[in-house]
């Protein structure tokens, strides 16, 4: 295989060191000869590129590595976007949460009304990195997109710039794959998941151990514990990602049939999240009191003593994900991954525009997806409001309609009334002047 080039956007990521690392670390297998990362803020990007340009010392030091802020520069014949985005930075991320928690709703980076708010801020500039990608790079790029919230992302850039190389992604199968593998004592790569749904949206329907189902004993164990064990886990240890693996228990006694993706709290128990939320300390505030501190923290150590400490961030299934599926674009070794999708059938009796999540065997042929079937009623109708309530807010970002993401707003499951979903979309229009389409 000829070695590739890498052009990650939000390059000031706090992902960014962790992408990197996984990418050199598989260097015997999936050459890389550049790395280039750009984003919009210089300071912050450059900022991590200080650990960036150690990590590529220590583990590859002849792969080339620069920023930029230029998209010329950025992705001229680049072979791969990895694209990471994070439209208003966790300072809007706080906004999200927080607005709709006032409003006595579920506060969430991807889910409920904060994930729709974040939709809004994030569709158009992935159309102008989609824009800037076919301009530059080579003919045969893929730009593989983690960007949140993906299931809007994906459903808006499909209609939008349906012809495009984009391929989105999520590490949080990936991540309770990792935790199942523990449960199990067995290889994660040894596991292969039946699993179907929209983005953060999704049910395990059959786990796969060397061609054995081991279902049955996950679903007794999630049932008792919900994904927690015993063997520590170095990305899922802080009490909120805690309480997240231990609410899969009471969703499991409620809803035995398939283990479900830990996002789907958000829906199922709406309530009792609101409840344990506060309202005045939320993720956002975690987040930026602990992995972004963490990072900057060592960036600033670094310039002032020259030390840096490569254990302050972990590559995880968030790396790994992402170059595994980009060696299996370029070298046909049986990838199976679960990717989201145009449906076009695979699972029967929902839109075939619909942006699925399921399983695909991936080569340098492209994608093929496994056929889901039909679903059964409960599961279907989740999905359909879902479904209603993203092509709603997708709509009204492409016809600027106050009516359609009003309508969005009320669609969705963690909402209660119209009254609920039109006072959080009043306050969100006025905090997001700078970043949404004009509703009229
Ligand atoms: N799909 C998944 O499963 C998954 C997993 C992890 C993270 N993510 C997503 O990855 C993104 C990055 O997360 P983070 O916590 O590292 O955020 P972060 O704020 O640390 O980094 C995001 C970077 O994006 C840059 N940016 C914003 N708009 C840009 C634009 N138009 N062009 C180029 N750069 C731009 C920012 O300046 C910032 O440096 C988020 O969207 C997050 O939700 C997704
Ligand atoms: O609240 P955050 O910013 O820590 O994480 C939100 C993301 O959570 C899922 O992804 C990963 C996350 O990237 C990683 O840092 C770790 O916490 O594990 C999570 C599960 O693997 C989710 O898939 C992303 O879409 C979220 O952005
Ligand atoms: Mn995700």
Known sequence: MNAKIITIVGGGSTYTPGV????LSKKDTFPVKEIRAYDIDEERQNDVAIIVNEVVKAICPECK?????????????????FAQIRVGKYA????????????????QETCGCGGLAYGL?????????????EKYAAPNHWILNYS??????????????????????????????????????????????????????GWFTNIWVNGESRFA??????????????????????????????????????????????????????QDIVDDSNPDYTRANEVMDGREKTLFDAIKRYKETGAYDDGMFVVGAHGTFIVDLAESLCRENGGRYLLIVKNE??????????????????????????????????????????????????EGAMENSYNKVLQAFTLNKTIKSSTQAKAILDEMIIANKAYWPELK
């Not at 839109?351 to 039909?374: L, N, T």
């Open 345 to 394: 059938g695979a699972i029967a009796d929902l839109p075939d525009d619909a942006m699925v999540e399921i399983p695909c065997y991936v080569s340098p042929r492209g994608i093929e997806k496994i056929s889901i079937g039909h679903i059964p009623t409960f599961y279907k109708g989740m999905i359909e409001q879902q479904y209603a309530c993203e092509k709603c807010l997708v």
């Open 92 to 107: 809007m991320r706080e906004q999200d949460e927080k607005i709709a928690l006032k409003h006595g709703a579920v506060g």
């Open 217 to 270: 004993e996950l679903k007794q164990h999630a049932m008792q514990h919900g994904y927690l064990c015993d063997v520590p886990d170095e990305q899922h240890w802080e009490p909120s990602w805690v309480h997240t693996y231990g609410n899969v228990k009471p969703m499991m006694e409620r809803f035995p049939d398939y283990l479900p993706n830990t996002y789907l709290q958000y829906y199922l128990l709406s």
């Open 121 to 133: 801020r994030t569709i158009y500039p992935m159309v102008e990195i989609l824009d800037m990608v």
């Open 148 to 201: 949140n919230p993906a299931a809007i992302v994906a459903l808006a850039l499909k209609k939008l710039r349906p012809n495009a190389r984009i391929i989105n992604i999520c590490d949080m199968p990936v991540a309770i794959m990792n935790s199942m593998a523990d449960i199990l004592h067995c290889d994660p790569h040894d596991i292969k998941p039946d699993y179907f749904g929209l983005n953060h949206f």
């Open 65 to 81: 590595f620069f920023t930029t802020t230029d998209p010329k520069t950025a992705f001229e014949n680049t072979n791969f976007v």
């Open 20 to 23: 990197v690392k996984a990418i």
